[in-house]
């Protein structure tokens, strides 16, 4: 007989083996020693994945936007009666959120947050990571006119917000509304040269938001975060805080939010 | 299909199982986090294609390795959200063979990081295959319909991952100067 085959070698290896391939291994030192090997790696990739199990933090995280996707449950084929532009079961939807963040995010970030990352960045980031997916699976409003993109979430939210001036280097291309602390926020992509980015248009003042850096430019303060790997920067322009979020340098999102014209009033 | 709170529940219960492999995919822990939560909201979206009674591990292991094609696919259509290196589903080059006298021994000089970080320069589906099978334990004919391919497929394919991840090693252990170590 020949050297054993991969096929007659993953059967041994799975404790499955024909008889004859049974034998051969018993007899034949390459073919021992091929299992051997294959038995030691496998032994090592488990070894380095046994201790890999999710953090408190992260499941309270699935847990809750998992919540809140149930909660916000997408019936798009379904007239809804509208208040402020967002159908009856969204707002809900929304309360049910906010709810679940309540009791799920805030205890969260007394007991096992990291106190180096404020829990702002952390829901922006999951934020971030939604419209991601979203706009992956092709959910959100997409469009590469800022016009459009405004004009869709004026008619979701009652405002049109601020968008990028300069289309050269920050460029919309989809847009969607999405839950923050239980209100309903507006939230739209932007690509750079440094990568994608999220903008989210929240209410809440952004010295309310526990990021812990702040500086002056071109007359405005921002607030910033640069402990995580998805980096937040945030102003405030009108009614609206503006908050950029993404896994680029916190200057790349402060480029974008000093770029964004007034909304409309 | 299922009620959306026992899917709720049952995603919570096999969240270590979506994280290891989505770290074996990904190779960071902070992109596999972001990857376990997609394959959440993924399996709560699409809780009508569930059955009930139906192995749970198998279909959230599905949701996951789409959810990552799409989002790799996506990255190459947006720009580099994820690191252009990552977004490469690169194929196996052509590594010197190898052979090892003394596997165990070599494979304990790497850290876990460093397994890992090898694991990554396999082809998504060869690495996320041998995870299945070696770390999860899944029997092959689990893997084939995780993967959606034959059973024959998942046993080769098993195979080569193995050798592929073992040539990576030792070449890695070669420019470490393990394997000088070892030989003296």
């Not at chain 1, 201790?51 to 916000?72: D, K, P």
């Not at chain 2, 959606?148 to 470490?176: C, E, N, P, W, Y």
């Amino acid at each position: 007989m020949t050297h054993l085959n991969e096929t007659q070698l993953e059967d041994l290896l799975a404790g499955q083996p024909e008889p004859q391939a049974a034998r051969h291994a018993e007899a034949c030192d390459a073919c021992r020693a091929c299992l051997d090997e294959a038995r030691a790696t496998r032994e090592r990739l488990r070894s380095t994945f046994a201790g890999v199990t999710a953090s408190a933090a992260l499941r309270a995280r699935v847990q809750a936007a998992m919540g809140a996707e149930a909660a916000l449950g997408r019936q798009p084929h379904r007239p809804h009666m509208r208040v402020f532009g967002l159908p009856v079961n969204r707002w809900s939807g929304l309360a049910a959120a906010a709810v679940l963040a309540l009791a799920v995010l805030v205890p969260l970030a007394m007991q096992l947050a990291k106190p180096e990352t404020a829990l702002a960045t952390q829901e922006f980031a999951a934020l971030h990571g939604r419209n991601l997916e979203r706009h992956a699976a092709g959910s959100m409003f997409a469009s590469e006119q800022p016009g459009a993109i405004a004009e869709h979430l004026k008619g979701r939210l009652g405002f049109a917000p601020a968008m990028p001036a300069d289309t050269e280097t920050a460029a919309v291309c989809a847009c969607c509304v999405q839950s923050f602390k239980g209100d309903a926020a507006a939230t739209y992509l932007v690509r750079t040269q440094q990568g994608v980015l999220s903008v989210i248009v929240i209410r809440d003042p952004p010295d309310a938001l526990g990021l812990p850096d702040r500086h002056e430019r071109g007359g405005k303060t921002y607030w910033s975060d640069a402990s995580a790997a998805c980096r937040v920067a945030a102003v405030r322009l009108g009614e609206h805080t503006y908050c950029a979020v993404g896994r680029v340098p916190v200057e790349s999102l402060v480029d974008v939010l000093a770029k964004l014209s007034p909304p409309e009033q | 299909m299922a009620d959306s709170e026992t899917l709720r529940d049952e995603v919570v219960e096999h969240l270590d199982t979506l994280l290891r492999a989505a770290l074996a995919l990904t190779g960071r822990r902070e992109r596999a986090e972001d990857l376990v939560q997609a394959t959440a909201l993924k399996a709560i979206e699409g809780a009508r294609t569930f059955r009930p009674g139906s192995n749970v591990r198998a279909w959230l292991l599905r949701i996951l390795r789409n959810t990552w094609i799409d989002e790799v696919r996506h990255a190459r259509v947006v720009g580099p959200t994820i690191p252009a290196e990552e977004a490469l589903l690169a194929g196996p080059e052509e590594p010197e063979p190898t052979s090892w006298s003394n596997a165990a021994d070599l494979l304990e000089n790497f850290s876990d990081e460093q397994i890992i970080g090898a694991l990554r320069e396999l082809p998504d589906d060869q690495r996320l295959t041998l995870y299945l099978t070696d770390v999860e334990g899944l029997d092959h004919a689990e893997v084939a319909k995780v993967l959606d391919v034959a059973v024959g497929t998942i046993k080769s394919r098993t195979a080569r991952a193995r050798t592929l991840l073992r040539q990576r090693l030792h070449a890695h252990a070669r420019d470490l100067g393990f394997v000088e170590r070892m030989q003296q």
